[in-house]
C-alpha cells in the first residue's frame, strides 16, 4: 500500500520560510518523479514544483520560482520543498504526488499517487 504523508506546515509571517517533508512508503521511491502541488480555498489545484527520480531534473512555477527550493533524499524516501519569502498568496493546503514517468509533469491528473496535504498559511 502506497503511502504519501506531508508535513511541516505551519503558520508564518509573510517573508517567512518552511519546510515541508513528505516521506513515501509502499512504493520504489527512486524510480518515482515527485511533485508537490497547492490548492487554495475556492481555487483549483495547481502545480508548485516537480523532480525527476534521481533529483537531476527540477520544474518550478514561474510565482514560485527562486523562492521555493524541491529537494529528495532516495536514501530515505523523502522528498522536500523549502519555501522561502513565503506571500500571503503562498497561504494554500500543499500535496506531494508520485508518478513514475520520465516527464516532469505539472498535471495533477498525470500524478497516480497523493499524500493527504498539509496546511501552510502565510499571514501579511
Known amino acids: 500500500q502506497v503511502q504519501l504523508v506531508e508535513s511541516g506546515g505551519g503558520s508564518v509571517q509573510a517573508g517567512g520560510s518552511l519546510r515541508l517533508s513528505c516521506a513515501a512508503s509502499?512504493?520504489?521511491?527512486?524510480?518515482?518523479?515527485m511533485g508537490w502541488f497547492r490548492q487554495a480555498p475556492g481555487k483549483e489545484r495547481e502545480f508548485v514544483a516537480a523532480?525527476?527520480?534521481?533529483?537531476?531534473?527540477?520544474r518550478y512555477a514561474d510565482s514560485v520560482k527562486g523562492r521555493f527550493t524541491i529537494s529528495r533524499t532516495n536514501a530515505n524516501d523523502t522528498v522536500y520543498l523549502q519555501m522561502n519569502s513565503l506571500k500571503p498568496e503562498d497561504t494554500a493546503v500543499y500535496y506531494c504526488?508520485?508518478?513514475?514517468?520520465?516527464?516532469?509533469?505539472?498535471?495533477?491528473?498525470?500524478?497516480?499517487?497523493w499524500g493527504q496535504g498539509t496546511q501552510v498559511i502565510a499571514s501579511s
Open positions: 523532480i525527476s527520480w534521481s533529483g537531476g531534473s527540477t
Open positions: 504526488a508520485a508518478v513514475l514517468s520520465s516527464i516532469l509533469w505539472t498535471s495533477p491528473n498525470n500524478y497516480k499517487y
Open positions: 509502499g512504493l520504489t521511491f527512486s524510480s518515482y518523479n
